[in-house]
């Protein structure tokens, strides 16, 4: 690993929930969850003010359960309380490394959390602390892509960061094709017109109109994170422009 020194000042990173289950089945893999905070733990040490978003599929999806005929506000409520779990567990694992964060929610929840407010999110950012952003955006249909692109914009992030279980974006799905060809670089309309399912669409827009750039690695290669915000090569970058 090269010693050079961070190139992103303030970076959003969106895990999904299902990126914490490890080997379970259901819930989250302590050891995964351990290993995730250690990474985050060196980039904030690096200067790095650093923001999170994480799902919660993997306790529960709200899509998942209106498909199944929920109520969708109610299923995708339901969602939400999901993410806060999952926040208030990397919270722990990162106060036991001893790093100071913050868990914000979209939705009041104040015996667990403090109340998303944007200028206090920066604040807790300047001063170093990790902030989770919960909830996704308090708003059903939503998903927490689309929170992750949304509270990346309103906190002035210099690049929002995607950790999946593949290694980047790839012209087909790599798991069922292994000579899908993997992107350095794409536009976000070209993400359109391929169809490549990097994330969905309101969260694509949100981040091409706004001029975040997205990177996706894979969440599952130890320091990948890290090198990732020394400048290395990592995973894709998907950007506006030409690649």
């Known amino acids: 690993m090269t010693d050079q020194g961070p190139v992103y000042k303030r970076v ?20 995964v969850l351990s290993r995730i905070a250690r990474e ?36 995708d409520h339901i969602g939400m309380l999901g993410t806060v779990i999952n926040a208030l567990a990397m919270q722990d694992s990162l106060e036991k490394l ?11 929840i104040n015996e667990v959390c403090e109340d998303y407010i944007r200028r206090r ?61 993997r992107y350095e670089r794409v536009t976000y309309d070209q993400v359109f017109a391929k169809n490549l399912g990097v994330m969905d669409a309101t969260a694509i827009v949100m981040c091409r109109d706004n001029h975040i750039p997205l990177q996706v690695f894979n969440l599952n290669n130890d320091g990948d994170l890290t090198r990732l915000i020394r400048g290395e090569q990592i995973g894709t970058i998907v950007e506006r422009g030409e690649p």
């Open 121 to 181: 999110a920066v604040r807790h950012l300047e001063k170093g602390r990790v902030v989770i952003f919960a909830a996704g955006t308090g708003n059903p249909f939503f998903t927490t892509d689309s929170a992750a692109s949304l509270r990346a914009i309103e906190i002035g992030a210099d690049i929002m960061i995607k950790g999946t279980k593949v290694n980047g974006v790839f012209d087909a799905d790599p798991v069922n094709n292994p000579s899908a060809q």
């Open 40 to 75: 985050l733990r060196d980039i904030s040490a690096m200067g790095v003010e650093v923001a999170v978003v994480i799902g919660g599929g993997n306790i529960f999806r709200g899509a998942g359960l209106a498909e199944a005929g929920m109520d969708r506000v109610t299923a």
């Open 12 to 31: 959003l990173l969106k895990l999904s929930g299902e990126a914490l289950l490890g080997d379970q089945e259901y819930g989250v893999d302590p050891a």
């Open 98 to 108: 001893g790093v100071f964060c913050r868990v914000m929610s979209a939705l009041k």
